[in-house]
């Protein structure tokens, strides 16, 4: 249902954009979040976007990352800049959607990224 990309390999200081994108028989899409899990550390928010637009950053990250949405193409991106080894983690996004009468979480698959310093 989520497909993120985007991921890869850049020096400190530079730039990526991750896409997630939502299909399959959506008929509505609330939050869409950004969560990154580094190795031997737990899963951490990152950013959050609602469907009105309302965002919701870690504090590591503010002022760096932006996140934001394209509702008609289902679709959430987080620009991320300045970027510090730290921030090396496999990125996943998670959405509220709803195919049929609830809504659900559901999360997508990873994509890394990786900053050298």
């Known amino acids: 249902q989520l497909q993120a990309s985007g991921g890869g390999s850049v020096q400190a200081g530079g730039s990526l954009r991750l896409s997630c994108r939502a299909s399959?028989?959506?008929?509505?899409?609330?939050?869409m979040s950004w969560y990154r899990q580094a190795p031997g550390n737990p899963r951490e928010l990152v950013a959050s976007i609602t469907n009105g637009g309302s965002t919701n950053y870690a504090d590591s990250v503010k002022g760096r990352f932006t996140v934001s949405r394209d509702n008609a193409k289902l679709t959430a991106y987080l620009q991320m800049n300045d970027l510090k080894p730290e921030d090396t983690a496999v990125y996943y996004c998670?959405?509220?959607?709803?195919?049929?009468?609830?809504?659900?979480?559901?999360w997508g698959h990873g994509t890394l990224v990786t900053v050298s310093s």
């Open positions: 399959g028989g959506i008929a509505g899409i609330k939050d």
């Open positions: 998670s959405a509220n959607i709803r195919l049929h009468l609830v809504y659900e979480d559901y």
